[in-house]
């Protein structure tokens, strides 16, 4: 199992990271360059990865396996899919707003599979946002994968690169409530805060 971090002020935010091997990673990146132009975007920020040859899939089971291994045995709702989102945009293209995903899911997972080269060490991360009102701003690396309850807000930012920023996004669907799982026995348990 990969080593799984929570920042300390904010514990509920958990990564880790999936690290793909070059050819898989090329051909998702291409996947999803191939269906932004085409694709129906939900929100006008997001659309669902046609996966035609089952990489999203493989990540997708890496987040539930990783769910699995930090909160032990979850109860699937029966409205949960198993879908990959993309979130994709370059300087030209940038376009959200900060939101959460209570309406359509308990745990909400971010996976960076592109982050152009040529930015700034403040562009292009996520703003998270606390109960406390505070932000905390996550700068991801390829292969970084965030999982959070479904109540954070978040916010993407801007980049000045022409390059892709390419985000997949995944929820699960889990019964009962999200927070009986997002205790801090079980996240201080399975994860180790990230100095």
Not at 77 to 95: E, G, H, L
Not at 114 to 132: A, F, H, R, V
Not at 171 to 178: L, N, Q, Y
Request: proline share 5%; glycine share 4%; charged share 20%.
């Amino acid at each position: 199992m990969n080593n799984i971090f929570f920042n300390p002020d904010f514990p509920q935010v958990l990564e880790t990271q999936f690290l793909l091997d070059p050819v898989v990673k090329t051909r998702m990146i291409d996947t999803v360059l191939s269906q932004k132009d085409t694709a129906n975007y939900h929100g006008g920020y997001t659309f669902h990865i046609q996966d035609n040859f089952g990489d999203f899939k493989t990540l997708y089971s890496f987040f539930f396996n990783t769910v699995i291994n930090i909160f032990g045995n979850v109860k699937l709702s029966p409205v949960n899919k198993r879908w990959c989102w993309a979130n994709v945009y370059n300087k030209d293209t940038f376009k959200t707003n900060a939101h959460n995903h209570i309406k359509t899911s308990s745990i909400n997972a971010i996976y960076y599979l592109k982050m152009p080269q040529d930015i700034s060490d403040t562009e292009g991360g996520l703003n998270l946002y606390t109960n406390k009102s505070d932000v905390i701003q996550f700068q991801p690396d390829e292969g970084d994968l965030l999982i959070m309850p479904n109540n954070t807000v978040h916010e993407p930012l801007f980049h000045s690169s022409i390059d892709y920023r390419i985000a997949i996004n995944m929820e699960m669907c889990i019964e009962p409530k999200v927070f009986d799982y997002f205790t801090e026995g079980k996240l201080y348990a399975n994860a180790k805060p990230k100095l």
